[in-house]
Antibody, heavy 114, light 107 residues
Framework: EVQLVESGGGLVQPGGSLRLSCAAS????????MSWVRQAPGKGLEWVAN????????YYVDSVKGRFTVSRDNAKNSLYLQMSSLRAEDTAVYYC???????WGQGTLVTVSS | EIVMTQSPATLSVSPGERATLSCRAS??????LAWYHQKAGQAPRLLIY???TRATGIPARFSGSGSGAEFTLTISSLQSEDFAVYYC?????????FGQGTKLESK
């Protein structure tokens, strides 16, 4: 069974930084693209970023380019999202997903507020 | 960026009846289209990928159709657990984009 467990969310001030993690199990992590998708409170889904199996290709939605960095550690079956220069509009539940969003974690809430 | 537009925003249907949801893309996607549903407080769940292939464990009452830029999700006989928000998503080109969602509610 595929399991994706996010962690690292919390309350952060505008301009601050946060690192999200996603622990993967139940599949061959190193064989799959991985994605981050977010959902602001009461809003729809927004794809944020994804990363190729070996980390050689990464793609980001325009609104986070230059501020967020996606990375992975295949030896630890883990996906990361380093977020900096956070803004109020980054407040959302952040989901880790396998491939383009075949399987999803339960999400971790990031709140950007002073 | 490919814009995905879903209609209607809200659909009221009685249990046991058929529901038809639409998704339109701003350009051709071939068949790189997925459907998800999301219940309150839960993560989305994949229903359909490749425009018409049911994901593992998804009942046969869910069916997807279409190609190019026009797609449809049909639920043949609504069960109580089907009332949720439905999203389409294109994975044809970066950035992957979602529709704004259709809320399927019980009439």
């Amino acid at each position: 069974e595929v399991q994706l467990v996010e962690s690292g969310g919390g309350l952060v001030q505008p301009g601050g930084s946060l690192r999200l993690s996603c622990a993967a199990s139940g599949f061959t992590f190193s064989s799959h693209w991985m994605s981050w998708v977010r959902q602001a409170p009461g809003k729809g889904l927004e794809w944020v970023a994804n990363i190729k199996q070996d980390g050689s290709e990464k793609y980001y939605v325009d609104s986070v380019k230059g501020r967020f960095t996606v990375s992975r550690d295949n030896a630890k079956n883990s996906l990361y999202l380093q977020m900096s220069s956070l803004r109020a509009e980054d407040t959302a539940v952040y989901y880790c997903a396998r491939d383009w969003a075949v399987d999803w974690g339960q999400g971790t809430l990031v709140t950007v507020s002073s | 960026e490919i814009v995905m537009t879903q209609s209607p925003a809200t659909l009221s249907v009685s249990p046991g009846e058929r529901a038809t949801l639409s998704c339109r893309a701003s350009q051709s996607l071939s068949s790189n289209l997925a459907w998800y549903h999301q219940k309150a407080g839960q993560a989305p769940r994949l229903l359909i990928y490749g425009a018409s292939t049911r994901a593992t464990g998804i009942p046969a009452r869910f069916s997807g159709s279409g190609s190019g830029a026009e797609f449809t999700l049909t639920i043949s006989s609504l069960q109580s657990e089907d009332f949720a928000v439905y999203y389409c998503q294109q994975y044809y080109d970066w950035p992957y984009t979602f529709g704004q969602g259709t809320k399927l509610e019980s009439k």
